[in-house]
């Protein structure tokens, strides 16, 4: 007589918890090493001179589109994506987040974006690109590579997505917010070769750095580190 196949349940494979949690951290390691690889390529290219007829037709392709009214506005968006007023955004929502007694929230926060400041800072040290100067709009101080406007924005907006897809139920809302993040940090980009304040490889340098520092700041979130380290709620 034919045995009907029933599954025993002690034969079900179980997942291991730790095993999981191990190879959801070799994942999360092997996207930010490729990350800092192609950021690491990028640079070196840079250094080498390797991009410069990219940046040039790329850049003297963007300069075509000058209007007044365009110049207007991307000097707007340049304006509120500063680092004064990114900073400015960043102590008041700091602020706000540790008046709420969200500290973990707060120091997560803040912390990820020093971080985005100092690396961004520490990298144009270590590159020394020089801004460019076929048609400037804007006068730029300092090294240009990578772009800090959208490193920190990428960063600021990143971060605070990150908290909003936290706290917030709302698919929509969310969907929304995401839509409209990722288009303004876009146009942040834009608005920098726009002005003739870097080059397109500077833009895009800044948002792959960026995206480093927003990893690994969400994955020691995601770890607990904030919570353990800072001894904060």
Known sequence: MAKTGKVNPSVILRVDPERQSLDRRRIKLMIFAALAVVFL????SVAGGKTADFDLQVSNYIY???TPAETLVMRGVSAVSSTPFTGLLTAIVIAAFWMKNKRKTAVFFGTTLLVSVIANNAIKYSVHRFRPDISPLEDASFYSFPSGHSMNSLVFYGALLYIAHKSIKNKRLLAAMDVAAILFVAL?????IYLGAHFPTDVVAGFVAGTCVLFAATSAEKSGKFKKVLAVE
Request: charged share 15%.
């Open 64 to 66: 075509s589109l000058r």
């Open 41 to 44: 390529a990028l640079a070196a």
């Open 188 to 192: 942040v980009g834009f608005s920098r």
